[in-house]
């Protein structure tokens, strides 16, 4: 199986600060990487899919970087609605493997 | 817009079987993948495996002993087993569109706990 691995596991941010979040697959998964967002007690919510195409809908300040095997998920001007874990998924093949998840709360 | 709805019971004694089903309404279930995501409390994502309309399946190995998933194409459903279970089973139960030309999961249900326990 693809090992995905997120650091950090958590992290502290104000409203309006500049989110980083990286993912790093143990081999090669070309751009086959999807990101989701999942607020407490919420089903996960798809962001960003193929490493950097944005979903329909999902706010501009949400994108994605990478390829190979490692990824970032950056969000610009955190805000209140953003506090939430991120996971990121490969797709490259099966079975389909999901990351740790990074959990972004409140300073 | 798609919408999907887990049902089934939220408390399965050990040993037994637990069961779920998933509606699918707003689309046809012809076409991409059909998935179950189960989540313990607490915990990270896990893919069970997902169903395809003509009911070709694909399995999470570290659970393929034990599952069973199916699909009921003239009710828009598809179904959940896991056999056998044990408390390690409990969890929060998703399903979960895998869309076919994009591989990604864009629509899920609200989810379901089920919690093994005598």
């Known amino acids: 199986d693809i090992q995905m691995t997120q650091s950090p596991s958590s992290l502290s941010a104000s409203v309006g600060d500049t989110v980083t979040i990286t993912c790093r697959a143990s081999?090669?998964?070309?751009?086959?990487l999807n990101w989701y967002q999942q607020r407490p007690g919420k089903a996960p919510k798809l962001l960003i899919y193929?490493?950097?195409s944005l979903q329909s809908g999902v706010p501009s300040r949400f994108s994605g970087s990478g390829s190979g095997t490692d990824f970032t998920l950056t969000i610009s001007s955190l805000q209140p609605e953003d506090f939430a874990t991120f996971y990121c998924?490969?797709?490259?093949?099966?079975?389909?493997?999901f990351g740790g998840g990074t959990k972004v709360e409140i300073k | 817009q798609v919408q999907l709805q887990e049902s089934g019971p939220g408390l399965v004694k050990p040993s037994e079987t637990l069961s779920l089903t998933c509606t699918v309404s707003?689309?046809?279930?012809?076409?991409?993948?059909w998935s179950w995501i189960r989540q313990p409390p607490g915990k990270g994502l896990e893919l069970i495996g997902y169903?395809?309309?003509?009911?070709?399946?694909n399995y999470n190995p570290s659970l393929k002993s034990r599952v069973t998933i199916s699909v009921d194409t003239s009710k828009t459903q598809f179904s959940l087993k896991v056999n056998s279970v044990t408390a390690a089973d409990t969890a929060v139960y998703y399903c979960?569109?895998?869309?076919?030309?994009?591989?990604?999961?864009?629509?899920w249900g609200q989810g379901a706990l089920v919690t093994v326990s005598s």
């Open positions: 979960a569109r895998y869309r076919d030309s994009g591989y990604y999961f864009d629509y």
């Open positions: 998924q490969q797709s490259y093949t099966t079975p389909l493997t």
């Open positions: 707003g689309g046809s279930i012809s076409g991409d993948y």
């Open positions: 081999q090669i998964i070309n751009s086959y």
């Open positions: 193929a490493a950097s």
């Open positions: 169903i395809d309309y003509s009911g070709s399946t």
